[in-house]
């Protein structure tokens, strides 16, 4: 999976911003590339996040995925990431403090397996 250096700018720098609340975001692009970055009203903080997320989103396809931080240094999805992962989407990253590079970056699967990220040439 790709992902567009601008995307993982704001994604970081509002991971960074928010912390150590958690930040969270729909991923918009296709089956290759994270283009954007959408933050809905209400969903930026985890607490609700999932219902709240499938509930106010129409079906729209180019919805990939997700993105959220995680206010540690651990960046493996919680059991309640898993079964949100599975419910939608190609990848969900999570992103671990300090929120500064992509290697604070863990990209998955809807399975929630690890699958790998680079930035776009
Ligand atoms: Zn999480």
Not at 5 to 21: A, K, N, Q
Request: aromatic residues 10%.
């Amino acid at each position: 999976m790709l992902i567009k250096d601008s995307v993982l700018d704001f994604i970081l720098g509002v991971s960074r911003e928010i912390y150590p609340r958690e930040f969270s975001c729909q991923l918009r692009g296709t089956e290759k590339i994270i283009e954007e970055a959408i933050i809905l009203p209400k969903t930026i903080y985890w607490e609700g996040f999932a219902t709240t997320f499938m509930n106010m989103q129409p079906i729209d396809h180019s919805i990939i995925g997700s993105a959220h931080s995680h206010p540690t240094t651990d960046y493996r999805p919680s059991s309640q990431d898993l079964r949100f992962f599975s419910s939608f989407g190609v990848v969900h990253l999570i992103i671990r403090h300090p929120h500064k590079a992509i290697r604070d970056v863990a990209a998955y699967n809807r399975m929630g397996e690890r699958i790998p990220v680079e930035l776009s040439p």
